[in-house]
Each structure stands twice: as C-alpha cells, then as structure tokens.
C-alpha cells in the first residue's frame, strides 16, 4: 500500500537552533500534505496545509513564522521549526493526499521531537 | 467548537479479553467518524469509519458503531491478540474537507 515515510524518527536539538522534518510520499504524488502535532496527554491538531507549490495554510494560532513549511514537490514536505524551544518539544505527524486513489488519506510515522 | 474525547490510556488486557475503547465527540453539524490505529514504527493506519448515524464500521475483527443520540464512536474487539497492541485514534472529519480533528490517542497492551 501508499507510504508515507518521515524522518527523522526522533530529533534532539539544543534551544535557538533550527530543525528540520522531512515527509515524503513513497510511491504516489501527494497534492496535499498535513502537519499535525500532539503535545502530551492533548490531541493531534492540525498545524498546516500545504499544496504543492503555494504556501502553506495555517490553523489559528499556528505561528507561520516559526514553523516554516515547504512543499517544493509532489513527494515531499518538510517542516523547519526556527528558533526552537523546550515548548516545541513534541510529536509532529504528516498525512498525505493521493489523488491517484481518490484522495485517501495516508499518514507518516511520526517524529519525536525533545528540544533542551 | 468541535472535538474528541478519548479515555485515558494505557489499557492493558490479557490475550482474548473484550476490548472497549470510548470515544465521544462534539461537533456541529454531521461529521464522519474514523478509528485510526499505529503500530509501533509505522503511520496511523485507517481501521474502520463510519460515516453516519447508526453505521457500524468494521476490520479485521473491530467494531464501532455511530450512536448520533450519545455522540459517541466506542471501538470494541470480542477478542483482542498480543498483535493489537497499538496507539488508537479516534477521529472526526466533515465532508469536503481533509482535515481531521483527533482524541488524544489510547495506548492499548495486549499481555500473552
């Protein structure tokens, strides 16, 4: 089936820094991506959209500038967190439409990240 | 606003015990409801939905049913294995749109 790959897994990174997360769509051309993120014991909440080659829509509350999203292709979308800090510690998800099979629905893996 | 409300996990059974896992939601208006699950090292995966009121969806050996009257989406296995150990999501989505609004997830051990 699709598969939607992210990485990294899991990221340690030191406050101020930048990180980076990749997501890429394996075996299909994803039109559409989502960021989602899960602080703990809270609920996955959708951060961003993105279509391929526009800029990223963002829910309420999202900072833009912060959580840069780029979706230069149709396999891949990365999120960079600028300025990172132990509150962005979290677990960030992607999703995937493929619109080669009705727009479903696949999602990532997940990536843990602790920022210290 | 709308919203899903899980119960707290982790939720540890024995090898063939009956699982439940509730789920209840507020939303305005008729939403789909989903249950996804995530292995360990892999993506949420689509386990069963249900797309409106009464409707039981149903794999690999899940249930849940839509009871618009309690708002509520309860996922149940009569006999669950040590392979069902998992994250389970319930979730809720309206029509024409792709954005799922998500409970918080509940940890299930299956012991053998």
């Known amino acids: 089936g699709a598969v939607v790959s992210q990485h990294p897994s899991w990221v340690i990174c030191k406050s101020g820094t930048s990180v980076k997360i990749e997501c890429r769509s394996l075996d299909f051309q994803a039109t559409t991506m989502f960021w989602y993120r899960q602080f703990p014991k809270q609920s996955l909440m959708l951060m961003a959209t993105s279509n391929e080659g526009s800029k990223a829509t963002y829910e309420q509350g999202v900072e833009k500038d912060k959580f840069l999203i780029n979706h230069a292709s149709l396999t891949l979308s990365t999120l960079t967190v600028t300025s990172a800090h132990p509150e962005d510690s979290s677990f960030y998800i992607c999703?995937?439409?493929?619109?080669?099979?009705?727009?479903?629905?696949?999602f990532g893996e997940g990536s843990w990240l602790t920022v210290v | 606003g709308n919203s899903v409300t899980q119960m707290e996990g982790p939720v540890t059974l024995s090898e063939e015990a009956f699982l439940t896992i509730n789920c209840t939601y507020t939303a305005t208006g008729y939403p789909s409801l989903f249950w996804y699950v995530q292995y360990p090292g892999e993506g949420l995966q689509l386990l069963l939905k249900a797309t409106k009121a009464d409707d039981k969806g149903s794999n690999k050996g899940f249930e849940a049913t839509y009871r618009k009257e309690t708002t509520s989406f309860h996922l149940e296995k009569g006999s669950v294995q040590v392979s069902d150990s998992a994250v389970y999501f319930c979730?809720?989505?309206?029509?024409?749109?792709?954005?799922?609004?998500f409970g918080t997830g509940t940890r299930l051990k299956v012991l053998a």
């Open positions: 979730a809720l989505r309206f029509s024409g749109t792709y954005k799922y609004i």
């Open positions: 999703s995937a439409t493929d619109r080669g099979s009705g727009n479903t629905i696949y």
